[in-house]
């Protein structure tokens, strides 16, 4: 048995932790990006405003229910095409950019329901190019998507639809903690925002997750348990407090109403949308300074009380 | 005995309770805003809960698609976000965290469903995507959600929709996200629908149900005290003879009881509503 060539010199570990500008590097213009969390539910909108920041054009989202982190790429005229089964603010209401676009300059909208959407990820990560589903005819859902294809079940002879496996080219997510390596920790009580998190993670092989703070590694290997994401699946690991701001993080802190109001309002037109991009991404080089812009009397109001079981 | 002084919502709420069945999965999603939120969750809610105390001991609601019976007295107020730590906390006896959860919507475990969109047409599909062509539309809405599954996977529907005008009750819907029953039953049996479509549709002026084999939404009930030409001129299609279409039936003092004294005592579900008649 031969010796490893670098064995002698000590190889390091690779230490995973990228800044925000780097890692945004690793999402291509043009690719197919999908983002973590559901509806208003933990974005990482940390590293969406990064997107912005860094002008990235041409992406195309496919997500399975997308709110402002999809919303705020489009008004940045980042997106090319959006995939998905909802793009709105629930009890915020409409997403007014998507509308726009939409309305005025035909943005491309591929409509899938919302569980299939799901599934579509789920053949990815089964290395699938696509999804057998059931109960689709009739609708537009197929009536206007090509890539929707009908078949008969080889072996009931049922009808079914084959529908496209998702296949992002990059995942991103937001998650509590990781150590340097990338071994990203889940909080004990997962609800389905979380747990979708962990379907996109493993449908992809380049995954970047943004997390609250860094572990170290001692700390990291008492609670090995809470691992969902394995630092073998990790692309880079960037340090994002309130990384998910201004929707909430489950079990940690809630949605910043006030900011998702000012949201609403400025993206009521694009010379007020312009100025919000201006404000709180543009004119700011760092997520610190996006911090710091809206207060640290402000963030420390979000935090929950921790009843997680 | 039937009672003369009751709110349109508790009419609504009593005859819906009517129609659910002992043993069944009844689910409803979170609607937000405060009509939608009433009509696509408080009411069903409600329905679901009094069937609970009178005839369907059995019957699972669920809450917002994860919540299975939930203790609606322990709310302080209508949830009005599907993932926080209200709902979390509420106390319930099953919570479905993750997909593939609990239940199975293709192997048909939900029974009935709620659902709304923007508008629902004669033959009784549903449209929460745009207005207008697609491609260009001249409103775009948040996109079809679950309703695709509500109308194929759930055993039935009930369609709330909280505005009947002839905008939202309309001929023939611009995008159709839920399939009702195009070329009737047989009509859907050629889609490959195996079973559910939707079962009646709930509006402020009248409850429809479907004629399913000719693939058409009749009348079924018009409420005290609605105009028959109001409910005409509301509606986006001709709606046919109206001669033989009763009067909704009023709920009746106890299911006025239970719902008052039990289910909604503070009135943070359907209370505050405008009286029927």
Same mark, same amino acid.
């Given at each position: 048995?031969?010796?490893?060539?670098?064995?002698?010199?000590?190889?390091?570990?690779?230490?995973?932790?990228?800044?925000?500008?780097?890692?945004?590097?690793?999402?291509?213009?043009?690719?197919?990006?999908?983002?973590?969390?559901?509806?208003?539910?933990?974005?990482?909108?940390?590293?969406?405003?990064?997107?912005?920041?860094?002008?990235?054009?041409?992406?195309?989202?496919?997500?399975?229910?997308?709110?402002?982190?999809?919303?705020?790429?489009?008004?940045?005229?980042?997106?090319?095409?959006?995939?998905?089964?909802?793009?709105?603010?629930?009890?915020?209401?409409?997403?007014?950019?998507?509308?726009?676009?939409?309305?005025?300059?035909?943005?491309?909208?591929?409509?899938?329901?919302?569980?299939?959407?799901?599934?579509?990820?789920?053949?990815?990560?089964?290395?699938?190019?696509?999804?057998?589903?059931?109960?689709?005819?009739?609708?537009?859902?197929?009536?206007?998507?090509?890539?929707?294809?009908?078949?008969?079940?080889?072996?009931?002879?049922?009808?079914?639809?084959?529908?496209? #496996? =998702?296949?992002? &080219?990059? @995942?991103?997510?937001?998650? +509590? *903690? /990781?150590?340097?390596?990338?071994?990203?920790?889940?909080?004990?009580?997962?609800?389905?925002?979380?747990?979708?998190?962990?379907?996109?993670?493993?449908?992809?092989?380049?995954?970047?997750?943004?997390?609250?703070?860094?572990?170290?590694?001692?700390?990291?290997?008492?609670?090995?348990?809470?691992?969902?994401?394995?630092?073998?699946?990790?692309?880079?690991?960037?340090?994002?407090?309130?990384?998910?701001?201004?929707?909430?993080?489950?079990?940690?802190?809630?949605?910043d109403q006030a900011h998702w109001q000012a949201y609403v309002d400025a993206?009521?037109?694009?010379?007020?949308?312009?100025?919000?991009?201006?404000?709180?991404?543009?004119?700011?080089?760092?997520? #610190? =300074?996006?911090? &710091?812009? @809206?207060?640290?009397?402000? +963030? *420390? /109001?979000?935090?929950?009380?921790?009843?997680?079981? | 005995?039937?009672?003369?002084?009751?709110?349109?919502?508790?009419?609504?709420?009593?005859?819906?309770?009517?129609?659910?069945?002992?043993?069944?999965?009844?689910?409803?999603?979170?609607?937000?805003?405060?009509?939608?939120?009433?009509?696509?969750?408080?009411?069903?809610?409600?329905?679901?809960?009094?069937?609970?105390?009178?005839?369907?001991?059995?019957?699972?609601?669920?809450?917002?698609?994860?919540?299975?019976?939930?203790?609606?007295?322990?709310?302080?107020?209508?949830?009005?976000?599907?993932?926080?730590?209200?709902?979390?906390?509420?106390p319930c006896e099953s919570q479905l965290l993750t997909y593939p959860g609990?239940?199975?919507?293709?192997?048909?475990?939900?029974?009935?469903?709620?659902?709304?969109?923007?508008?629902?047409?004669?033959?009784?599909?549903?449209?929460?995507?745009?207005?207008?062509?697609?491609?260009?539309?001249?409103?775009?809405?948040?996109?079809?959600?679950?309703?695709?599954?509500?109308?194929?996977?759930?055993?039935?529907?009930?369609?709330?929709?909280?505005?009947?005008?002839?905008?939202?009750i309309v001929e023939k819907v611009d995008y159709v996200a839920g399939v009702?029953?195009?070329?009737?039953?047989?009509?859907?049996?050629?889609?490959?629908?195996?079973?559910?479509?939707?079962?009646?549709?709930?509006?402020?002026?009248?409850?429809?149900?479907?004629?399913?084999?000719?693939?058409?939404?009749?009348?079924?009930?018009?409420?005290?005290?609605?105009?028959?030409?109001?409910?005409?001129?509301?509606?986006?299609?001709?709606?046919?003879?109206?001669?033989?279409?009763?009067?909704?039936?009023?709920?009746?003092?106890?299911?006025?009881?239970?719902?008052?004294?039990?289910?909604?005592?503070?009135?943070?579900?359907?209370?505050?509503?405008?009286?029927?008649?």
């Amino acid at each position: 048995m031969s010796i490893p060539a670098n064995a002698a010199a000590g190889a390091r570990r690779l230490e995973k932790v990228q800044s925000l500008a780097d890692a945004a590097g690793l999402v291509a213009d043009g690719c197919r990006i999908a983002i973590g969390g559901f509806a208003i539910y933990q974005r990482p909108m940390a590293f969406v405003r990064e997107l912005v920041r860094q002008r990235r054009k041409g992406l195309t989202v496919v997500g399975v229910t997308n709110s402002i982190d999809t919303d705020m790429l489009i008004g940045a005229g980042a997106v090319r095409r959006v995939e998905t089964s909802y793009v709105g603010f629930e009890k915020y209401g409409l997403a007014r950019n998507f509308r726009r676009a939409c309305e005025r300059d035909g943005l491309d909208v591929v409509d899938y329901p919302e569980l299939l959407s799901w599934d579509r990820f789920r053949a990815s990560q089964e290395n699938l190019a696509f999804w057998p589903a059931p109960g689709l005819g009739g609708t537009d859902v197929v009536r206007l998507n090509a890539d929707i294809r009908p078949f008969t079940c080889p072996a009931s002879g049922r009808p079914l639809h084959a529908l496209p #496996a =998702a296949a992002p &080219d990059v @995942v991103v997510l937001h998650a +509590l *903690a /990781s150590d340097v390596y990338g071994n990203v920790i889940f909080p004990p009580y997962r609800n389905l925002p979380q747990n979708l998190d962990l379907t996109l993670a493993r449908c992809c092989d380049r995954l970047i997750v943004t997390v609250e703070r860094i572990v170290s590694e001692n700390f990291l290997r008492r609670h090995s348990h809470l691992v969902e994401i394995p630092s073998v699946r990790v692309s880079a690991v960037c340090v994002a407090p309130f990384g998910a701001h201004p929707t909430s993080m489950l079990g940690r802190y809630e949605d910043d109403q006030a900011h998702w109001q000012a949201y609403v309002d400025a993206s009521q037109t694009d010379e007020g949308f312009r100025r919000y991009l201006d404000d709180y991404v543009l004119g700011l080089d760092s997520h #610190a =300074a996006y911090l &710091d812009k @809206v207060g640290g009397s402000r +963030l *420390a /109001s979000l935090f929950q009380v921790d009843t997680q079981k | 005995m039937t009672a003369t002084d009751f709110t349109l919502n508790e009419l609504l709420v009593a005859n819906l309770a009517r129609d659910l069945r002992d043993g069944e999965l009844g689910f409803t999603g979170l609607a937000t805003g405060s009509a939608a939120a009433l009509y696509a969750t408080a009411i069903p809610l409600v329905a679901m809960e009094l069937a609970r105390r009178l005839h369907a001991p059995n019957l699972t609601v669920l809450l917002a698609g994860w919540v299975h019976n939930p203790d609606l007295a322990a709310l302080d107020e209508l949830p009005d976000a599907e993932f926080d730590e209200r709902l979390r906390d509420l106390p319930c006896e099953s919570q479905l965290l993750t997909y593939p959860g609990q239940f199975s919507l293709r192997r048909g475990n939900i029974s009935f469903g709620f659902g709304s969109g923007v508008q629902i047409d004669r033959v009784g599909n549903i449209n929460s995507v745009c207005i207008g062509d697609h491609a260009k539309p001249k409103v775009r809405l948040v996109g079809p959600i679950l309703l695709p599954e509500h109308f194929s996977m759930f055993g039935r529907e009930y369609v709330m929709m909280p505005r009947h005008d002839s905008r939202t009750i309309v001929e023939k819907v611009d995008y159709v996200a839920g399939v009702g029953y195009p070329g009737g039953l047989e009509g859907r049996k050629a889609l490959g629908l195996a079973w559910g479509g939707p079962e009646l549709v709930i509006t402020p002026k009248c409850f429809f149900d479907f004629d399913k084999a000719a693939g058409r939404m009749t009348v079924r009930s018009i409420h005290p005290g609605v105009d028959i030409d109001d409910l005409r001129a509301s509606t986006g299609f001709d709606l046919g003879d109206l001669a033989a279409v009763p009067v909704t039936p009023a709920p009746t003092s106890r299911e006025l009881s239970i719902i008052r004294a039990e289910i909604d005592p503070r009135g943070i579900l359907i209370g505050n509503g405008p009286r029927a008649g």
